[in-house]
Nanobody, 125 residues
Framework: VQLQASGGGLVQAGASLRLSCAAS????????MGWFRQASGKEREFVAH????????HYLDSVKGRFTISRDNARNTVHLQMNSVKPEDTGVYYC???????????????????WGQGTLVTVSS
């Protein structure tokens, strides 16, 4: 499956941003979808993931209550609504697709099979 992320940009702290990821090449609902981010000089970290049909979501503790992941299987898209962003949210955001849902949650990059190219989010203070 091919993934194309978009929606990044430069915003001030406290603003909102909506990231999108468009999928093609396979049946979208066959994949659990996740968002990761990578700040400069740091490892890629889990942000959120959503189950195949959207019933279940999981979040990084620091984004709970501010970020919302959603998916539209009819449109083959997954979104990350980012509200009340902070400077520490700065980084390249990647969407990813996993064929297999791990019982403990899909929290590490190695659990995902396909990756988008990333979209840069910069939050100024």
């Amino acid at each position: 499956v091919q993934l194309q992320a978009s929606g990044g940009g430069l915003v001030q702290a406290g603003a909102s941003l909506r990231l999108s990821c468009a999928a093609s090449g396979d049946t979208f609902s066959n994949y659990l979808m996740g968002w990761f981010r990578q700040a400069s000089g740091k490892e890629r970290e889990f942000v959120a993931h959503i189950s195949y049909r959207g019933q279940t979501t999981h979040y990084l503790d620091s984004v709970k209550g501010r970020f919302t992941i959603s998916r539209d299987n009819a449109r083959n898209t997954v979104h990350l609504q980012m509200n009340s962003v902070k400077p520490e949210d700065t980084g390249v955001y990647y969407c990813a697709a996993a064929r297999f849902s791990y019982g403990g949650g899909n929290y590490i990059p190695g659990q995902y099979d396909y990756w988008g190219q990333g979209t840069l989010v910069t939050v100024s203070s």
